[in-house]
C-alpha cells in the first residue's frame, strides 16, 4: 500500500538516524549531495506530515546556546519521550562521543554531561537501549580504523563503562 504524506519532505539522504517515539519518527542529519545534515525532521503517523524542527538552538549543561553538529553515522535511540543521539561523524570533529538528547514535547535538544571512561569519537557503531542502560558496539573511529569495543552508558548516572572481555565472558559463564 502507497501512503499519502503531506508536508515539506526531508532532502534526500543516507548515513542518518531514525528512531521511534509514540506516533512519530524523528529523523537526524546524515548525509546529502551537499554535504553533512545538522537537521531535525519528524513524521507524525496519526496524520502522515512531514515536520522540520527549525529551531538551532538548544542548551548546554551551562546553560550556554548550542547547535547541534551535523552528523552522519551516528545512532538515534529513544528513552521515554525522547531520542537520544550518540556519536557518529561530526562537523565540527570531537575526539570523544558525544550524547544529545532531543525532548520531543518541548523539540529541544540538550548535551548529556557524560562521566567515566567516555569513549573515543566514532561513526558506523551500533547503540541498543535495554532498560536504563546503552549498550555501544564498534563503529570506525576518525582514522578509519575499525573498532571492535564495548561500552556501556548508564542512564541514571550518565556514566560510561568499558566492558573488557573477561567481565563479558564472565557474564556467559557464571562460574568463572
Known amino acids: 500500500m ?5 508536508g515539506d519532505k526531508p532532502t534526500p539522504r543516507f548515513n542518518h538516524a531514525a528512531t521511534v517515539i509514540g506516533n ?28 522540520s524542527i527549525s529551531s538551532k538552538l538548544y542548551l548546554s549543561p551551562s546553560s550556554l546556546p548550542l547547535k547541534i553538529p551535523a552528523c552522519r553515522g551516528h545512532s538515534l535511540v529513544s528513552w521515554g519521550k525522547k531520542a537520544l543521539l550518540i556519536g557518529g561523524k561530526t562537523d565540527p ?25 567516555i569513549p573515543i569519537a566514532r561513526n558506523g557503531h551500533t547503540v541498543v537501549r535495554a532498560s536504563s542502560v546503552l549498550i555501544l558496539f564498534g563503529g570506525e573511529d576518525a582514522k578509519r580504523k575499525k573498532l571492535n ?28
Open 2 to 6: 502507497v501512503l499519502s504524506i503531506s
Open 24 to 51: 512519530k519518527m524523528i529523523v537526524v542529519g546524515g548525509e546529502s549531495g551537499s554535504g553533512l545534515l545538522d537537521d531535525v525532521q519528524v513524521l507524525k503517523f496519526d496524520q502522515f506530515t512531514w515536520t
Open 93 to 117: 570533529a570531537s575526539d570523544r562521543i558525544s550524547v544529545w538528547a532531543f525532548d520531543t514535547e518541548t523539540e529541544c535538544w540538550s548535551l548529556v554531561e557524560a562521566k567515566g571512561d
Open 149 to 176: 569495543d564495548l561500552h556501556m552508558f548508564d542512564l541514571k548516572s550518565f556514566t560510561w563503562l568499558l566492558c573488557i572481555a573477561q567481565e563479558l565472558d564472565h557474564l556467559r559463564d557464571p562460574t568463572m
